[in-house]
């Protein structure tokens, strides 16, 4: 069965340090998978996808993610973490872009000043 | 251009009642979808519409049932509440084709007592 693992919970980053969020997947196919973020009371906002070609994606508000077939990973990172990005991240996988995405329980982001 | 709408934002209900949801998707999309988001949990596909028919869905009993306008709103409706049934309900609008993105509303916040 398809599936999406965010191993972390809760993660504490001090503002302007680096941030990684794992993501591992299980998925027969090629997968399409997609980074969303969740501000409290908000809906998601896409951050970025990969269906194809370069495993290096870049997204919104300096973010990127690196797609790794072999290790069944497509982890989120940014290189400076700002207060603004606290928030929850959500990753997920789909066979297409179109409905029954299936989502992680999502990391939750705290920046420390 | 207005976003993906949806009403209302928070709803209370009792066990055994019947609710209905209300999206508007963003201007240019054709297809909705929805989504059950449980407190501490990521988003659950419950079904797609297109072209006024379910395209999708996902494991969700019959007592959640849908409907799509020709102006491509859609209602999301669920019968005999459960108390599991409170939850976050989000709507994602997009446009029919593989690699078109989902834009989510801000959701409805639906508590059954």
């Known amino acids: 069965a398809q599936s999406v693992t965010q191993p972390d919970i809760h993660i504490t980053v001090s503002e302007g340090a680096s941030l990684e969020l794992r993501c591992n997947y299980s998925y027969g196919a090629t997968p399409y998978l997609f980074w969303y973020v969740q501000s409290p009371g908000q809906g998601l906002q896409l951050l970025l996808k990969y269906f194809s070609g370069d495993t290096l994606v870049q997204g919104i508000k300096g973010f990127e993610a690196e797609f790794k077939r072999s290790q069944s990973s497509f982890n989120l990172r940014k290189p400076s973490v700002h207060w603004s990005d606290a928030a929850e991240y959500f990753c997920a996988v789909g066979e297409g872009s179109q409905g029954n995405l299936i989502f992680g329980k999502g990391t939750k982001l705290s920046v420390k000043p | 251009d207005a976003g993906v709408t949806q009403s209302p934002t928070h709803l209370i209900k009792t066990r055994g009642q019947q609710v209905t949801l209300r999206c508007s998707p963003k201007s240019g999309h054709d297809t909705v979808s929805w989504y059950q988001q449980a407190l501490g949990q990521g988003p659950q596909f419950i079904f797609q519409?297109?072209?006024?028919?379910?395209?999708q869905r996902g494991n969700f009993p019959d007592r959640f049932s849908g409907h799509q306008f020709p102006n491509y709103s859609s209602e999301l409706n669920v019968n005999a509440l459960l108390l599991g049934d409170s939850a976050l309900y989000l709507c994602a609008s997009s446009l029919i084709g593989i690699q078109e993105t989902q834009y989510f509303g801000p959701g409805t916040r639906l508590l059954v007592l």
């Open positions: 519409y297109y072209e006024e028919e379910e395209r």
